[in-house]
């Protein structure tokens, strides 16, 4: 699953490779991208590689933008020109060749081809909180945010939310508050703004890691019924929030917040 770390590395990684490169466009699969067809971009230059949250966006010369979400499964693969694909093309959305590069999209929730003067107009964007991942992220704004929907919130629930805070995911919720010792089904009216802005940025600091290595932490997500590696007490679970997912925690690491 796509999290604001995976989307981070990949913008990086983009960057490198295509920033500044005249981009040749090809639409191989069955599906076509929303908005302006893909040939548009043909022949445009790919000035600026941004990510926002779990937001990837793609700036090309001429006010042209490609905007992508990759959803539960979506994925975007960089190849060498003329390498062979990992996956069918007929699985492939879009695919961007320069410098002897090929950024390859296959799936996801959201891909389209708009004018950046468009790009406000997104709900998905307009509503965006914070970009926890951003240089400029100021914990303590965050905060704020988080305690905007009121004080019966449980943190974990509120830290799914992308309009409080943008990027983090199932596996960063969950690994976050265990790094910071707070219980995730705590209310956020029941804890302070120290413990707000340490789980922030904790979580934070696990993307950040997550970015460069390209590994996501696991020492309580989807570690239900097996000894926390710090204390050796079983990891609890529990679903969270209307969408259900699922959190992970150590009962006695991140014990219920007294209020
Ligand atoms: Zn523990």
Excluded at 19 to 24: C, F, K, L, P, R
Excluded at 75 to 94: C, F, K, M, T, V
Excluded at 158 to 165: D, H, S
Aim: hydrophobic share 35%; aromatic share 4%; glycine share 12%.
């Amino acid at each position: 699953m796509a999290e604001g770390d995976t989307i981070l590395r990949l913008a990086r990684r983009m960057r490198a490779r295509l920033e500044g490169a005249e981009v040749s466009v090809r639409t191989p699969g069955r599906r076509r991208p929303e908005g302006l067809n893909a040939a548009e971009l043909d022949g445009h230059v790919l000035e600026r590689v941004e990510s926002r949250g779990k937001h990837l966006l793609l700036h090309f010369d001429g006010g042209l933008l490609l905007h992508s979400h990759l959803g539960m499964r979506g994925s975007w693969q960089l190849y060498e020109r003329g390498e062979r694909w990992r996956r069918p093309a007929r699985d492939a959305w879009i695919a961007l060749a320069g410098n002897g590069a090929e950024a390859v999209n296959f799936g996801g929730s959201k891909m389209r081809i708009v004018r950046e003067a468009q790009l406000g107009r997104d709900p998905r964007l307009a509503r965006l909180g914070p970009d926890l991942l951003a240089d400029d992220f100021d914990p303590l704004v965050a905060a704020a945010r988080l305690r905007s929907p009121g004080p019966d919130l449980k943190l974990g629930e509120a830290l799914l939310g992308q309009r409080l805070v943008a990027g983090i995911g199932n596996i960063f919720r969950s690994e976050g508050c265990f790094e910071a010792g707070i219980d995730p089904n705590a209310p956020i009216g029941a804890l302070g703004d120290d413990q707000l802005v340490s789980v922030l940025e904790a979580t934070r600091r696990l993307m950040l890691e997550a970015a460069e290595t390209g590994r996501q932490p696991s020492r309580v997500y989807r570690k239900a019924g097996r000894p926390c590696p710090r204390c050796g007490e079983t990891i609890r679970s529990r679903a969270q929030g209307d969408s259900a997912r699922v959190s992970y925690w150590c009962p006695r690491c991140q014990p219920p917040a007294s209020g």
